[in-house]
């Protein structure tokens, strides 16, 4: 069994995530309200989340903030053993425990310096993380029954074509960006058909403060 799989993400009106500044406090105070035990990432939302607001990152835990035992577990996908600031980001309030999903293609250094650290890891796939056997893994060593997904889209595009998404949860900014470029909370292959079209079901919906919408949806399965 694998845990349920939440992607959470804010979009504009258009249904861009760029060049606009979402309402952060809100996201993370929906995302709360979501009940994941864990969350998921991927290496390049962390190295651009600690690019950008590194300055603000303290080296110290926060006094109030709850015991690491009673804080969501935190998982990232880092194949490739691009993160290297991890004394840092453990120390961070948001999370407890620290799970690095990795494959037989992670650096042998990275994995011994996880371990030195005590950070617990999870080998699965030969090049790319396997991402089901590792979530099913989550599961099973570390009881995670609900993962909020809360990264960019080629993570959550990765998920969504592997069939690996159960819910979707969007905020809707009132603006829209216009424009070209690819931005999808989503960012996969182009179908070649019709068929891979993934249907959803509206759970419910909520309109937020600043007229934000908070839309729910669950995955049709078998449509």
């Not at 935190?74 to 194949?79: K, L």
């Not at 990795?102 to 011994?112: G, H, N």
């Not at 960006?177 to 960012?187: C, D, K, L, W």
């Not at 019709?194 to 399965?221: C, H, M, S």
């Amino acid at each position: 069994m694998r845990p349920r799989v939440i992607v959470h993400n804010e979009i504009s009106a258009d249904g861009r995530m760029d060049f606009y500044a979402g309402d952060i406090a809100l996201y993370y105070e929906v995302a709360g309200r979501l009940s994941a035990d864990a969350s998921l990432a991927g290496s390049e939302t962390i190295i651009k989340g600690m690019a950008q607001f590194g300055g603000d990152i303290t080296d110290e835990p926060a006094e109030d903030s709850p015991p690491a035992a009673d804080r969501p577990l935190f998982a990232v996908v880092d194949s490739r053993g691009r993160i290297d600031q991890w004394p840092l980001i453990r120390k961070q309030p948001y999370w407890g425990r620290i799970v690095v999903l990795c494959s037989e293609a992670t650096p042998r250094p990275y994995l011994d310096g996880l371990r030195a650290l005590g950070i617990d890891y999870i080998v699965r796939g030969s090049d790319r993380v396997d991402l089901l056997p590792s979530l099913e893994e989550l599961a099973g060593r570390f009881d995670v029954k609900a993962l909020r997904v809360d990264s960019g889209g080629r993570l959550s595009g990765v998920l969504l074509r592997a069939g690996l998404v159960d819910e979707v949860s969007v905020l809707i900014d009132p603006c829209v960006v216009g424009g070209e470029s690819p931005a999808s909370i989503f960012r996969a292959a182009d179908l070649d058909s019709a068929d891979g079209i993934t249907p959803l079901k509206l759970l419910n919906f909520e309109r937020l403060q600043g007229d934000i919408l908070w839309l729910r949806y669950e995955v049709v399965r078998g449509a």
